[in-house]
């Protein structure tokens, strides 16, 4: 039983400086008062509380077990809640076009203090609660505790410059409700499934059959407003001849209609701001500059605002790993792509933004600083680098696993890993798994995308076969997780030129 004799008085005197309690860790940025009720989070054995003393609403309203004079009480939803309502910096909040803004989805629920460690003092706001649907199937948690997460962060980490929670790649309405309803603050269109590529590759016969059956309607309404028309935009001249019109028509016009009703059902006479982009960027081909143009300008004439939007760029934007393609091809379709999203009044978001080192200041250039870029895998695979630094043996057994299941992952995310190009385990000492493996883009590829069936394995008895032992590294190495993060993630930044 721990004594929080000397906590309780120190946290009544207000003495942040002297808030110690021997093995507890107490993490003084956290201390908060509210009326006569004094706050601070703690770790104990490994797990994180929140320690209340003096009395009140606040004191009341937290649910917890009293020990000798302090109430202590669990990172709970309902505890962080309760901490929303109490303190309004703990509540996601949408950011709007004029500030750079960074996803940082956190698919362990621990990475956000390190997150936060990064971006403070710097010119870019940070989007902490971002999970998609897949990532939440594939780790099997819910919204909930992707918000509870980052709001428990914010407050440890004493974070009041507001932080946003984005519903990712919402392609179903149900999932878009369910995102408001738990307060997400920007919905991540994700209109993958709306857009029909066959088109890209189809013949002109087929374009010709497909186009004429399409409603009189809508034939009307895209030819009257674009047919041999020509727009100034992005500082270049956008055209449509009829060939070229008929198939941005058949490739977006389905998910032109879907971003129209989503907006007019829930954003638009939503309570409160929100963040709204649209993600066209899950497709087979890359989204052309003219079609790009062509998605905003219909939005733009329906007086329908967007928050950011997401293209395909040309190349590759795989994960947790470089840009692969032609810089030069890329840099030109990404001065239209932005300057674009500059004419239109939206920021341009870049998707799988992690560690594309090669382009970063290409992407800081040409939005001008104001742009909203993604990662998540990249927090995860520094977990893991963290891990295989001082519990070799358990990177080796899920490295294992990962080569096991990789042909299974696969089918969640395109990648192009060469296995045959990862190093045999057997062929590196414990001290180089690190570097070998969390440097190299074949395994980087291959533990990124294996997160959850590494986080959801499971022996014959049920019991997790890696998920709680690698859970107890990272708070074990909780600071050296966030340097790492912050070294990481910070390198991002200052490339960026945030
Ligand atoms: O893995 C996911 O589903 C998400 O992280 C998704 O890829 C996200 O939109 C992203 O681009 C993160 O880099």
Redo the contacts with the bound molecule.
């Keep these: 039983m721990v004594d929080y004799t000397g906590l309780a008085e120190a946290m009544k005197a207000g003495n942040i400086s002297t808030l110690s309690n021997g093995d507890v860790k107490i993490y003084k940025s956290s201390f908060s008062v509210n009326e006569k009720t004094q706050l601070v989070m703690i770790k104990e054995a490994n797990i994180k509380y929140l320690i209340a003393t003096g009395e009140g609403a606040l004191y009341d309203a937290l649910e917890g077990s009293i020990e000798g004079n302090v109430k202590k009480c669990p990172t709970s939803h309902a505890n962080r809640l309760v901490l929303n309502q109490y303190f309004d910096y703990t509540v996601p909040r949408a950011f709007g076009t004029e500030i750079a803004t960074i996803?940082l989805?956190d698919r362990l629920g621990i990475a956000s203090p390190g997150h936060i460690q990064t971006v403070r003092g710097h010119d870019i706001r940070p989007i902490l609660a971002q999970q998609?649907i897949?990532?939440l199937a594939l780790t099997g948690r819910d919204y909930k505790q992707v918000i509870d997460a980052s709001a428990f962060a914010v407050f440890q980490e004493g974070y009041k410059d507001g932080y946003g929670a984005d519903g990712?790649?919402l392609k179903v309405e149900a999932d878009i409700r369910m995102a408001l309803d738990l307060g997400f603050t920007m919905l991540?269109l994700d209109c993958s499934e709306k857009i029909d590529t066959t088109i890209e590759v189809a013949t002109d016969a087929v374009l010709a059959e497909k186009y004429v059956l399409l409603p009189e309607a809508v034939r009307t309404h895209y030819e009257n407003r674009y047919l041999d028309q020509s727009f100034q935009a992005a500082g270049t001249t956008i055209s449509f001849d009829r060939p070229t019109l008929i198939k941005n028509v058949l490739i977006y016009s389905q998910a032109i209609d879907y971003m129209k009703h989503i907006y007019r059902s829930y954003i638009e006479h939503a309570s409160r701001e929100i963040d709204f982009e649209i993600s066209i960027d899950e497709t087979s081909t890359p989204t052309a500059p003219e079609s790009h143009f062509f998605v905003a300008h219909e939005l733009y004439e329906d007086g329908i605002k967007i928050y950011s939007m997401a293209p395909r760029f040309c190349g590759e934007f795989q994960?947790g790993i470089d840009y692969i393609g032609d810089i030069a091809q890329f840099e030109s379709e990404l001065a239209i792509h932005a300057g674009l999203a500059d004419d239109f009044g939206y920021k341009l978001s870049i998707?799988?933004?992690?560690d594309k080192f090669s382009v970063f200041s290409l992407i800081g250039k040409y939005t001008k600083g104001r742009f909203h870029i993604?990662?998540?895998?990249t927090n995860w695979l520094e977990a893991v680098r963290t891990v295989a630094k001082v519990n070799p043996s358990l990177y080796r057994s899920m490295h294992s696993y990962a080569l096991a299941h990789f042909e299974e992952a696969k089918a969640y995310?395109h990648v192009t890993t060469d296995i045959s190009k990862i190093v045999p385990l057997a062929s590196v000492a414990d001290s180089d798994l690190a570097d070998t493996y969390m440097n190299e883009d074949n395994a980087r590829q291959l533990i990124h995308i294996t997160y959850g069936i590494l986080l959801q394995a499971k022996d014959e008895q049920g019991k997790f076969l890696f998920r709680d032992v690698f859970y107890l590294t990272l708070s074990e190495q909780e600071e050296a997780f966030e340097q790492s993060l912050v070294s990481h993630i910070g390198k991002h930044l200052a490339l960026l030129g945030k």
């Design positions: 996803g989805g998609s897949r990532e990712d790649h991540t994960k998707h799988s933004g992690s993604k990662t998540a895998g995310y």
